[in-house]
């Protein structure tokens, strides 16, 4: 076999491995006696590549084969790359027997373009439907939406998966259209907003939905991108966008060089900020605007928020609400639920705080305890930030050779 | 006054109930006598599971479900020492068992923590845990941890792998939980001899690994951060890092 198993597996797996998404969460436990496989609602990581990421679930295309010719992507019909593709069958005995022995939580499935797009969608719905009714799998599947496939194949795998992805890849059309010529952004989104439309109709849980957008192959700046996935969570379309610093894997005119760093900071300082839409309760306009069109590198998001807005600190954290303790920088959802039920019982000073395991390095200069505030830095903008870039050195005694009174001969005091 | 008991939870109780009606005042309890003569005051607890049960009552009775399960989960964390803590968290839930939910008792606040760390080992273990198929078919894992996490595996497990037979075999504890026809439950194992793996072994630990290499992407390579997540400590059975391809 000139293209054996192993092969296909090498080559299948690292055509996918730019899908930032791995994650297994949010689905409840839904497992049925006598059969196989049940999720978690919390998500499990099963392993970490040498990148630090997260290995939750057997993330491979179907087919790096593709008829699009997308500039960003290495599947690009014009890369001269090895090809391979794996059968529905042969899909479904590996997700099988990997889950057997604790590897994955389940199967991420996406694909390049085969013939067309409503063969690839069918392709993908058959290895499902032998995992789901023929070996009773009920274990994560997440499937990417094949954009221009028709209705029906949709409704068919959205009935079957846990989540469903389609990638917008580019935050603006301009980009798409320089970039992916095939794509425009609403014929990415239409599968999901199908998707969205027939599990309203169901009055069952919504199917979880997420998309991915590239940081830093195109121009667009951070406010453009946090505005578009700001707008995607208002509309419930989506739960996740992950965000992806662009890795350059071809030479093309309208991308930067091979060269180029990812970039890796921007891509944290979104995460950091889509944390903030998501679970903070900020706006886009908050974190940025058009003064501020691009995230701070020096200071978090929840910092440079602040130290725009010191008109609301310091807060005491004896008496201010919850939604206002979640705005102070570096206390996070949970050390806001440990002084929630700490100060029930008492009122709190700086030591109480420590004693909780509350880490105080930013939001000391953002706080009060009992009326106090800290005394090494003065409340000036400048100051805090100067204080929280560049954190006081600890004093550290040296003992030199020389400053002891001894015999260098001897070693006699 | 120094107090000695003999480890188990059923002594644990027992000591609860002697502090109760012979007025013990321990400073310091131990599960085995140290070689101290200077230590005139030892009290030696004598399990007694009658005595134990009334006390094992008694704190069902009066705390609440999630305190009674502290108590129950500190016991499978081991190596901590958390006899004098807990034995200050029984008495206080005795007296006010509102005072167990204040995170500002030093003692309430440790006693999550040891149980933050028992969860955190679970929690790491659903996932890192790997199992090998035997020659009839049963998926055997073998495990080493921190903690005692054989129960909350064997039942996260019978969830997901509903209709098939496996054994997670603690080697360090010497004990397995089973799941098989017969049998559901954690057993002694005293000893033990390597079972026979079967034919598809090699192919998917290959295949596994295969696709572990892949997924990698080398310029954003960071060792640190991937020993964050997984320290080597929990590495030792783990398929891809036992592999020499």
Same mark, same amino acid.
């Given at each position: 076999?000139?293209?054996?198993?192993?092969?296909?597996?090498?080559?299948?797996?690292?055509?996918?491995?730019?899908?930032?998404?791995?994650?297994?969460?949010?689905?409840?436990?839904?497992?049925?006696?006598?059969?196989?496989?049940?999720?978690?609602?919390?998500?499990?990581?099963?392993?970490?590549?040498?990148?630090?990421?997260?290995?939750?679930?057997?993330? @491979?295309?179907?087919?790096?084969?593709?008829?699009?010719?997308?500039?960003?992507?290495?599947?690009?019909?014009?890369?001269?790359?090895?090809?391979?593709?794996?059968?529905?069958?042969?899909? /479904?005995?590996?997700?099988?027997?990997?889950?057997?022995?604790?590897?994955?939580?389940?199967?991420?499935?996406?694909?390049?373009?085969?013939?067309?797009?409503?063969?690839?969608?069918?392709?993908?719905?058959?290895?499902?439907?032998?995992?789901?009714?023929?070996?009773?799998?009920?274990?994560?599947?997440?499937?990417?939406?094949?954009?221009?496939?028709?209705?029906?194949?949709?409704?068919?795998? @959205? /009935?079957?998966?846990?989540?469903?992805?389609?990638?917008?890849?580019?935050?603006?059309?301009?980009?798409?259209?320089?970039?992916?010529?095939?794509?425009?952004?609403?014929?990415?989104?239409?599968?999901?907003?199908?998707?969205?439309?027939?599990?309203?109709?169901?009055?069952?849980?919504?199917?979880?939905?997420?998309?991915?957008?590239?940081?830093?192959?195109?121009?667009?700046?951070?406010?453009?991108?946090?505005?578009?996935?700001?707008?995607?969570?208002?509309? /419930?379309?989506?739960?996740?966008?992950?965000?992806?610093?662009?890795?350059?894997?071809?030479?093309?005119?309208?991308?930067?060089?091979?060269?180029?760093?990812?970039?890796?900071?921007?891509?944290?300082?979104?995460?950091?900020?889509?944390?903030?839409?998501?679970?903070?309760?900020?706006?886009?306009?908050?974190?940025?605007?058009?003064?501020?069109?691009?995230?701070?590198?020096?200071?978090?998001?929840?910092?440079?928020?602040?130290?725009?807005?010191?008109?609301?600190?310091?807060?005491?954290?004896?008496?201010?609400?919850?939604?206002?303790?979640?705005?102070?920088?570096?206390?996070?959802?949970?050390?806001?639920?440990?002084?929630?039920?700490?100060?029930?019982?008492?009122?709190?000073?700086?030591?109480?705080?420590?004693?909780?395991?509350?880490?105080?390095?930013?939001?000391?200069?953002?706080?009060?305890?009992?009326?106090?505030?800290?005394?090494?830095?003065?409340?000036?903008?400048?100051?805090?930030?100067?204080?929280?870039?560049?954190?006081?050195?600890?004093?550290?005694?040296?003992?030199?050779?020389?400053?002891?009174?001894?015999?260098?001969?001897?070693?006699?005091? | 006054?120094?107090?000695?008991?003999?480890?188990?939870?059923?002594?644990?109780?027992?000591?609860?109930?002697?502090?109760?009606?012979?007025?013990?005042?321990?400073?310091?309890?131990?599960?085995?006598?140290?070689?101290?003569?200077?230590?005139?005051?030892?009290?030696?607890?004598?399990?007694?599971?009658?005595?134990?049960?009334?006390?094992?009552?008694?704190?069902?009775?009066?705390?609440?479900?999630?305190?009674?399960?502290?108590?129950?989960?500190?016991?499978?964390?081991?190596?901590?020492?958390?006899?004098?803590?807990?034995?200050?968290?029984?008495?206080?839930?005795?007296?006010?068992?509102?005072?167990?939910?204040?995170?500002?008792?030093?003692?309430?606040?440790?006693? +999550?923590?040891?149980?933050?760390?028992?969860?955190?080992?679970?929690?790491?273990?659903?996932?890192?845990?790997?199992?090998?198929?035997?020659?009839?078919?049963?998926?055997?894992?073998?495990?080493?941890?921190?903690?005692?996490?054989?129960?909350?595996?064997?039942?996260?497990?019978?969830?997901?792998?509903?209709?098939?037979?496996?054994?997670?075999?603690?080697?360090?504890?010497?004990?397995?939980?089973?799941?098989?026809?017969?049998?559901?439950?954690?057993?002694?194992?005293?000893?033990?001899?390597?079972?026979?793996?079967?034919?598809?072994?090699?192919?998917?630990?290959?295949?596994?690994?295969?696709?572990?290499?892949?997924?990698?992407?080398?310029?954003?390579?960071?060792?640190?951060?991937?020993?964050?997540?997984?320290?080597?400590?929990?590495?030792?059975?783990?398929?891809?890092?036992? +592999?020499?391809?």
């Amino acid at each position: 076999m000139k293209n054996d198993i192993y092969e296909k597996m090498r080559i299948l797996a690292d055509s996918a491995k730019y899908d930032v998404s791995c994650s297994s969460s949010g689905s409840d436990n839904n497992h049925k006696t006598g059969e196989l496989g049940a999720t978690h609602n919390s998500g499990i990581c099963h392993t970490f590549t040498s990148d630090g990421r997260c290995v939750s679930l057997l993330k @491979v295309l179907f087919t790096n084969h593709c008829i699009y010719d997308c500039s960003y992507c290495i599947n690009r019909k014009s890369n001269d790359i090895n090809r391979a593709a794996f059968t529905p069958r042969q899909l /479904a005995d590996i997700t099988i027997n990997f889950y057997k022995r604790n590897y994955i939580e389940g199967l991420f499935l996406s694909s390049g373009i085969v013939k067309n797009e409503d063969h690839t969608m069918a392709l993908i719905l058959n290895a499902l439907k032998i995992l789901r009714h023929e070996y009773k799998f009920n274990g994560y599947i997440h499937v990417k939406l094949i954009p221009g496939s028709s209705d029906e194949l949709i409704r068919e795998v @959205v /009935a079957l998966a846990n989540r469903v992805s389609s990638n917008i890849e580019l935050p603006s059309d301009k980009s798409l259209k320089l970039l992916a010529p095939n794509k425009t952004k609403e014929k990415v989104l239409q599968p999901l907003k199908y998707a969205r439309d027939i599990s309203l109709e169901k009055e069952t849980k919504p199917i979880g939905m997420s998309t991915q957008l590239i940081v830093g192959a195109t121009p667009e700046n951070d406010k453009d991108i946090l505005k578009l996935s700001s707008v995607l969570y208002d509309k /419930a379309l989506l739960k996740r966008v992950y965000y992806s610093a662009y890795i350059p894997v071809n030479d093309d005119k309208n991308l930067p060089a091979v060269i180029t760093k990812p970039p890796l900071l921007r891509e944290h300082r979104l995460y950091q900020a889509d944390w903030l839409l998501r679970f903070y309760d900020f706006t886009y306009d908050e974190i940025v605007n058009d003064d501020n069109p691009n995230l701070d590198e020096e200071v978090d998001p929840k910092t440079f928020w602040a130290l725009q807005n010191l008109q609301h600190f310091p807060m005491e954290i004896n008496a201010v609400s919850k939604e206002e303790l979640l705005r102070i920088p570096g206390i996070g959802v949970r050390g806001v639920y440990k002084i929630i039920k700490a100060r029930r019982f008492k009122s709190l000073n700086f030591e109480d705080l420590k004693k909780l395991k509350i880490s105080l390095k930013r939001a000391k200069y953002f706080i009060t305890c009992k009326g106090k505030y800290q005394k090494e830095v003065s409340f000036y903008k400048e100051n805090i930030k100067e204080a929280i870039i560049k954190p006081p050195k600890k004093k550290i005694i040296q003992p030199s050779l020389f400053d002891m009174d001894y015999s260098a001969i001897t070693g006699e005091l | 006054m120094q107090v000695v008991y003999d480890g188990r939870f059923e002594g644990f109780l027992t000591l609860v109930y002697d502090v109760y009606y012979k007025k013990l005042k321990p400073i310091n309890i131990s599960k085995t006598k140290e070689n101290n003569l200077f230590i005139a005051d030892i009290y030696e607890v004598v399990t007694d599971e009658n005595n134990a049960n009334k006390v094992l009552e008694a704190i069902k009775k009066s705390f609440n479900k999630e305190h009674l399960n502290l108590i129950l989960n500190i016991f499978l964390c081991e190596n901590e020492e958390f006899e004098m803590l807990l034995l200050q968290y029984i008495i206080t839930g005795f007296k006010d068992k509102y005072e167990l939910n204040n995170i500002n008792n030093p003692f309430v606040f440790k006693l +999550q923590r040891i149980q933050k760390e028992l969860f955190y080992t679970v929690h790491k273990m659903y996932g890192f845990t790997r199992f090998v198929e035997l020659d009839d078919g049963t998926l055997y894992a073998k495990i080493e941890t921190k903690h005692n996490v054989v129960y909350f595996l064997g039942k996260h497990f019978f969830k997901r792998l509903n209709n098939q037979k496996y054994i997670i075999h603690d080697i360090n504890r010497k004990i397995a939980f089973i799941k098989n026809d017969e049998y559901l439950g954690i057993q002694n194992i005293s000893s033990f001899e390597e079972p026979n793996i079967s034919e598809n072994e090699v192919h998917f630990a290959k295949l596994w690994c295969e696709f572990f290499d892949a997924v990698s992407i080398e310029s954003r390579e960071n060792k640190k951060c991937q020993q964050n997540f997984m320290p080597l400590l929990f590495r030792t059975y783990m398929t891809e890092f036992n +592999q020499k391809s």
